[in-house]
């Protein structure tokens, strides 16, 4: 069944010092990463400025940039939809990731920073009271901001920027992964053995630990596939 905007309520507050088309596309992109808005639904860009209260006009800007991420494809004087998940996509981000990641956890290895360790430790912390309840959403956030602080610790900010651009199909499988049982203590799991091989110093073995979390979900794309086939491509 195609989803409608008129099912999925818009609730946002804008912050009236920046520009409106930057945050309604931040927006859109998080409730298309997050999967409230679904591989199928129809954005009208009229119905998104009035739930929005603003113009048309910023909206399409969030729209062509969301359609330059291949977050939406538009047909022009049709429709504009959020576009299925394109497995080849998510690969070559995959690809992309992991290789500047394990770059960075072998630097980040090579110098341990008890700081670092603890400030690690905290957001996994987090992520497993999202877990005991049940709100993966949030688990997902403090996911990202794991590894945001491994960018930022090795002093690469703005590849973290470069890499979630090109992350957009890549994160929306990773989100239909992780309700499938085991995958959330998985993830637990391959962030803890990360952050003990980076606080002992062990390059070879923090690799080796990344190597293993970024590999579960690409390895259970059939599985992904079987349960959520109308949304892959």
């Not at 491994?150 to 590849?159: G, I, M, S, T, W």
């Not at 998985?186 to 053995?193: F, G, Q, S």
């Not at 979390?213 to 086939?229: C, K, Q």
Request: aromatic content about 4%; overall charge neutral.
């Amino acid at each position: 069944m195609e989803a409608t905007l008129q099912a999925l309520p818009i609730q946002f507050q804008f912050d009236r010092t920046r520009q409106a088309a930057p945050q309604v596309f931040e927006h859109m992109r998080d409730l298309i990463i997050s999967m409230a808005l679904p591989p199928g639904t129809v954005l009208s860009r009229p119905d998104l400025a009035t739930q929005y209260g603003i113009s048309q006009t910023p909206v399409r800007d969030a729209l062509i940039r969301l359609a330059e991420e291949g977050l939406v494809d538009v047909f022009p004087q049709h429709a504009t939809r959020v576009s299925r998940i394109d497995v080849a996509l998510a690969r070559q981000a995959h690809f992309l990731r992991r290789s500047v990641e394990l770059e960075i956890v072998r630097t980040l290895a090579g110098h341990p920073d008890p700081v670092l360790v603890e400030r690690l430790r905290a957001t996994v912390a987090r992520q497993q009271r999202m877990l005991d309840l049940d709100d993966l959403a949030e688990f997902s956030v403090n996911d990202q901001a794991f590894h945001r602080q491994l960018y930022e610790a090795a002093a690469v900010p703005d590849l973290f920027a470069l890499v979630r651009r090109q992350s957009g199909h890549l994160d929306r499988l990773r989100r239909l992964h992780l309700p499938i049982p085991g995958k959330a203590n998985a993830v637990l799991r391959d962030h803890n053995a990360i952050i003990d091989a980076i606080a002992a110093g062990d390059p070879a073995r923090a690799e080796a630990s990344l190597r293993t979390h970024l590999s579960g979900t690409l390895a259970n794309v059939e599985d992904i596939r079987t349960r959520h086939g109308d949304y892959l491509r």
